[in-house]
């Protein structure tokens, strides 16, 4: 199987769609030439010309709106906000419009459209390029939310976006860029709302999303040093959540230590709780931890970024808690 | 820097104790002096009063058993922090697994499960605890904080000696009442006395005197109830000073003659035997010793003894005659070398030079450590206590 980078592994994704499906293009600020801010859609302007892959002018209102509007008309368009903080501009068109017309119209219009965005720390990208803001969109019924962790993962759940009658928001982190990892030859779509368990233990479960998940997979590595046997499982999709997947895990190991980049208060790992206590009340032998960042703005300085953003450590420690160990 | 609490030594011979209720809770103010939390002892159970003054900033042991020494608690200024020593690291946990069961164990460094009647199980191990029938109450938890995890359970479920034991004949479920501190106490203690040799004396005292000398001293002073058990202490303790060598303990390396006769009087208390002691019980008068009898006895039935109330008898006097019972042979009470097993009076047909009378006779039984005492001597010593019961103006 070959190996590829995260980044060549979204590209091929759209390249295959581009290639075999009229009705895809994508769109969004200096993509074209420029490759995009994180040259994920380098060379997609040569193959496929510029009325398929647009530049657009700076309003994350237009790129959104314009792009429903389009997804509403029948064709299944990429849209790229190039910053996750700079989804906040975009808001309106996601969350009343995108999210809202297939349920108003009763099904008489599909809103077909994926939205790419990229964020995230450890590099320092500062307090407002950085942010991880899923947890505001997984609150909104009628919106898809993925967030791919490994190369595989993004090229067929990116897919699957693309191929979804709503619209799904594909949640990519600046550090996942350059990870490799295999891929099948052919593109393989994989199903939105299915969870993957990346490494198999009886202790503990760790649910991680984006580079909590390769944090974890270290974590689980030293922890296994100590006689602690650690789960690792990726949700891959926030929202619909693969309850069932999450709860299994949990219910084998009676531990669960739930990970992500984004800030531990409200977040996402906060609806995985509670999920997890309902569900599998009974079966839990230890509180459930929740490792994220802490409740500040992301600083500038790397060593103060540091500080905020969760590392391995962090989540070895709440693995130890869980534990007693 | 918060003061830590640790488990006190309340009495000689004190390792271990159980925490029973903390009176204050954390981050309460505790003045110095002011009863902290309540302690069981092997002996008594009591309240133990704060050595500081400021915030009582930690918990560590919100319920049982500790040995002395222990750290159960910090008191400290408000908003200071204590680092609680975490629970014994990995490599610690195969000595520290077989501890499972709550009666007679102790874990250094973990807390009880319990907290403030509540138990701290986590969800899963409450659900296996309810699959097996395990009682949680009897489970030590090892996890964070004292909890008890699903380990716990399982370690429980497997020493439990699958209770209760099979016994066809028996209708009806049998109870398990756990060991309290006290009932443990008695079965440790009674099985060493059952090491010592003793050998049994037995005489029968004519009371008409003393019986006489207790009604004239509640006729005296009404206030202060004078019973025959205090006459007998004050008798023993004189037959005591005059035989010091049956007043005395036994060990290893040598007889401990004591100076004083601290008069030991085993009392039935609702939580079990205790022995309550009326010191120097040679130099009281008659009324002093009733006065104490009575208030330690009354604390006895209280369960508010003191350790202070227990510790330094010298001699015992075990009296079952209130029941009825004739006469019977006590155990010994280590370290002490002797024990008088005190009958009921009764009317009993006497022969005196050649003459039939009716007296009211009490038969006595000492039980001596033949270690420390030889019978001679024993007899002797009883023969003074018979005398002084005859003619108790003697002791004086």
Redesign the interface.
Same mark, same amino acid.
Not at chain 2, 122 to 127: E, F, G, I, Q, V
């Given at each position: 199987m070959p190996e590829i980078t995260y980044r060549e592994a979204v590209r091929d994704a759209l390249g295959t769609a581009l290639r075999r499906d009229e009705d895809v293009f994508v769109m969004g600020e200096d993509i074209a030439e420029m490759g995009g801010s994180m040259g994920v859609t380098q060379g997609l302007l040569d193959e496929f010309g510029p009325e398929r892959v647009r530049n657009t002018p700076i309003s994350e209102m237009a790129i959104v709106g314009a792009g429903i509007g389009a997804a509403m008309a029948g064709m299944r368009p990429v849209v790229e906000i190039m910053y996750e903080d700079f989804l906040t501009l975009s808001l309106e068109q996601i969350v009343n419009q995108a999210a809202k017309h297939r349920y108003m119209s009763g099904g008489q219009l599909k809103i077909p459209l994926t939205i790419r965005t990229q964020g995230g720390a450890g590099w320092s990208p500062g307090a407002q390029h950085a942010q991880q803001l899923e947890a505001w969109l997984v609150h909104v019924p009628g919106l898809k939310v993925v967030y791919p962790s490994t190369p595989e993962d993004v090229r067929g759940l990116l897919w699957s976006a693309i191929y979804d009658d709503n619209p799904v928001i594909v949640f990519e982190h600046r550090l996942l860029y350059p990870v490799r990892g295999e891929v099948a030859e052919e593109l393989e779509p994989i199903p939105i709302g299915k969870s993957r368990v990346l490494r198999e233990g009886n202790d503990v479960t760790v649910i991680a999303t984006g580079p909590l998940v390769h944090h974890a997979l270290k974590a689980a590595a030293e922890a296994e040093a100590d006689g602690i046997s650690v789960e690792v499982v990726d949700p891959r999709t926030l929202q619909p959540l693969d309850e069932e997947g999450l709860v299994a895990s949990v219910k084998k190991t009676n531990r669960a230590v739930i990970a992500h980049e984004a800030v531990t208060r409200m977040g996402f790992g906060a609806e995985v709780a509670a999920v997890l206590q309902y569900q599998a009340f009974d079966w839990l032998d230890a509180p459930i931890e929740r490792v994220g960042s802490k409740f500040a703005p992301l600083a500038f300085a790397p060593v103060m970024e540091q500080f905020v953003v969760p590392q391995v450590e962090d989540v070895l420690a709440a693995i130890r808690r869980t534990v007693g160990k | 820097m918060a003061n830590e609490v640790k488990l006190p030594r309340l009495g000689q011979g004190m390792e271990a104790g159980t925490v029973t209720r903390w009176l204050k809770s954390e981050g309460e103010q505790v003045a110095k002096g002011e009863p902290l939390y309540e302690i069981d002892t092997d002996k008594v159970t009591q309240e133990v009063e704060s050595d500081f003054a400021g915030v009582l900033l930690k918990i560590a042991l919100p319920e049982g058993e500790a040995p002395v020494g222990e750290t159960i608690a910090w008191i400290g200024e408000a908003g200071e922090t204590v680092e609680a020593p975490s629970?014994p690291p $990995?490599s610690a946990a195969p000595e520290a697994a077989p501890v499972t069961l709550v009666p007679g164990t102790t874990v250094p460094g973990t807390g009880s499960s319990a907290n403030g009647g509540r138990i701290k199980a986590? $969800?899963?191990?409450?659900?296996l605890a309810r699959e097996r029938g395990v009682d949680l109450a009897r489970i030590r938890g090892?996890?964070?904080d004292g909890?008890i995890?699903?380990e716990d359970v399982e370690r429980g479920a497997a020493a439990a000696p699958a209770a209760p034991a099979p016994a066809p004949v028996v209708s009806g479920e049998i109870e398990s009442v756990p060991l309290t501190s006290i009932r443990k106490t008695i079965a440790r203690r009674l099985t060493a006395a059952w090491q010592a040799p003793v050998f049994q004396l037995t005489v029968s005292a004519d009371m008409t005197r003393a019986n006489e000398l207790v009604a004239k001293a509640r006729e005296l002073d009404p206030d202060v109830r004078v019973t025959v058990t205090d006459v007998l202490a004050k008798v023993c303790a004189a037959a005591l000073r005059r035989h010091p060598d049956v007043n005395v303990a036994y060990t290893e390396d040598a007889l401990l003659r004591f100076p004083t006769a601290n008069i030991g009087i085993a009392v039935a208390a609702p939580q079990g035997l205790v022995v309550p002691v009326v010191p120097s019980a040679e130099a009281r008068s008659l009324a002093d010793i009733a006065r104490a009898r009575g208030e330690v006895v009354e604390r006895a039935r209280a369960n508010k003894l003191t350790a202070a109330d227990l510790d330094g008898g010298t001699f015992t006097i075990s009296n079952l005659g209130m029941y009825g019972v004739e006469q019977f042979v006590a155990v010994l009470n280590p370290p002490q070398a002797a024990i008088l097993a005190v009958g009921a009076t009764e009317d009993r047909p006497v022969v005196e030079d050649g003459e039939l009378f009716v007296r009211p006779m009490m038969t006595m039984t000492l039980t001596v450590d033949h270690r420390a005492v030889d019978g001679a001597e024993g007899a002797d010593f009883l023969r003074t206590v018979k005398r002084l019961l005859e003619e108790p103006a003697l002791a004086l």
């Open positions: - | 629970a $990995p986590s $969800p899963l191990a409450r659900r090892t996890g964070p909890r995890v699903a």
